[in-house]
Nanobody, 125 residues
Framework: QVQLVESGGGLVQVGGSLRLSCEVS????????MGWFRQAPGKEREFVAG???????YYADSMKGRFTISRDNAKNTVYLQMNSLKPEDTAVYYC???????????????????WGQGTQVTVSS
């Protein structure tokens, strides 16, 4: 069983920054890949970034250069640093877990096995 707990969301002004955290609790030590997704009201859940335990990272094209995904293995935590935030970044952000040995560009929500509860990010103009 895997549990994911997100934190770090909130209200920020245009151009500001936020760092989201996702703490992973699990009983296995198998490799896995983490993803960050977001979902705005009335829109589908979309891929933001991903990172594998072996280090490979993946980004949605629209996030490259502004968002950075990283991990702290000692803390079992994955981070999403978001800079230069825009109003269109407003959404609920979710972290997701995929048990997989090899990294890949897993872009779809159905690719992932477990989800966190989500954290709201609101960018005000």
């Amino acid at each position: 069983q895997v549990q994911l707990v997100e934190s770090g969301g909130g209200l920020v002004q245009v151009g500001g920054s936020l760092r989201l955290s996702c703490e992973v609790s699990r009983r296995t030590f198998s490799p896995y890949q983490m993803g960050w997704f977001r979902q705005a009201p009335g829109k589908e859940r979309e891929f933001v970034a991903g990172i594998h335990t072996r280090g490979a990272t993946y980004y949605a094209d629209s996030m490259k250069g502004r968002f950075t995904i990283s991990r702290d293995n000692a803390k079992n935590t994955v981070y999403l640093q978001m800079n230069s935030l825009k109003p269109e970044d407003t959404a609920v952000y979710y972290c997701a877990y995929k048990m997989v040995s090899y990294s890949g560009n897993y872009l779809l929500p159905n690719d992932y096995d477990y989800w966190g509860q989500g954290t709201q990010v609101t960018v005000s103009s």
